[in-house]
């Protein structure tokens, strides 16, 4: 490796990008390549970082296998850092596995955060913490000991286990300020206002009150019945009745247990439930038909009454019911539900789960996208939408060991 491409490469593990990009900007050969396809990734520029990659990927002879794997893991981290998640994950298993045959640790761990990033933002948490548990146990460099606390931060974050979370971003802070990455540290620091945000709010009794996510988890360890918006879901203790596709069935759930222990009027379950100004008999047979299927999904948990204006939530086992709903009323809060179990949807299957047209699902999703609340990948019909990641991709990291060509 010449003077030019070890100094471009020693400019882009600091962050100094435009330091790397000057030292290798006219140069054709597949070491720029890839370094300058690496540069303009971290400049935002995903497109033409890829196309770099591409060609120093083919640029690099049949002897240097090393290099080209971590050209793949270059170009996988992009497309992961893009949201696009179609690229093949055998691609980058394989490269991962070239790379630890060959002895490059550092990037090896770095495919397989990767790996475990993806799952993440999938929604896959126990298959992410398993990918995490296949590292070696020796200590890893510090710009990678912090990818790696922020991982088991976001799988903490995801699972509501605050205590874990802080630990995970902490460890992660002392590893950024190490590497002396100023933007992985910056990276930690947004991750861990994320974490001190509120997560919900704690609609009981006719009053309501913001819960930071320490709060939301001593919420959902407690006794009470607890109808969570967040998630569209009711639970206790540990039995839940998932409505994220009945989302009548929820909106009657919801109201029910605002009003605990007082009942609802069916004018006004009517209105929430279906939005129907004017009732007719028609409706009134409907809301019978729906409170007798959510009474049955919630036999285990509670029963519906009726009384002489409505009816009426009755939780087994527990007086106190209690409602999570979003930090902010949210237009679109039955997509961005349905969004926030971490799985990827396509547009056709939100509007069959809200049983509403495609279009007005799409108008939706554009509004959420347009505001930063949901992310695409993907084109035609294999475009699918996910909630932003918990925490953010630190586009910094990509490749933190030896670079392609060293």
Known sequence: MDALIAAAARALATGDILGALKRVALRGDAPALALRGIAMAQLGDFPRAKALLKSAARAFGPREAVARARCIVAEAE?????????????SLAAAGATLAARGDRVNATHALHLEARRLLLLGQLDEAEHKLGTLPSAPLPPALGAAHELIRAGI???RLQAKAARASLARAGLAARESGIAALAAEVESASAMLDAPAARLVAGGTERLLGIEDVETVLASDALVVDATRNVVRRDETIVPLATRP???ALARTLAEASPGDVARDVLLARAFGARHADESHRARL????GRL???LRPLAGISATESGFVLKPRRTREVLVLAPPVDER???????????EAWSSSALAI?????????????????????AQAFG??????WITPPVPGFPTILLLPGPLPGS
């Open 78 to 90: 992009i497309a992961l850092v893009s949201r696009d998640l179609g690229w093949p994950e055998a």
């Open 156 to 158: 903490a974050m995801r």
């Open 248 to 250: 009548v069935l929820f």
């Open 288 to 291: 019978r038909v729906e409170i």
């Open 295 to 297: 009474r049955a999904m």
């Open 332 to 342: 679109h809060a039955a997509v961005l539900a349905l969004l926030a179990d971490g």
């Open 353 to 373: 789960a809200l049983g509403t047209s495609p279009r007005t699902v799409q108008r939706a999703l554009e509004e959420l996208a347009a505001a930063g609340k």
């Open 379 to 384: 084109n035609g019909r294999a475009r699918r």
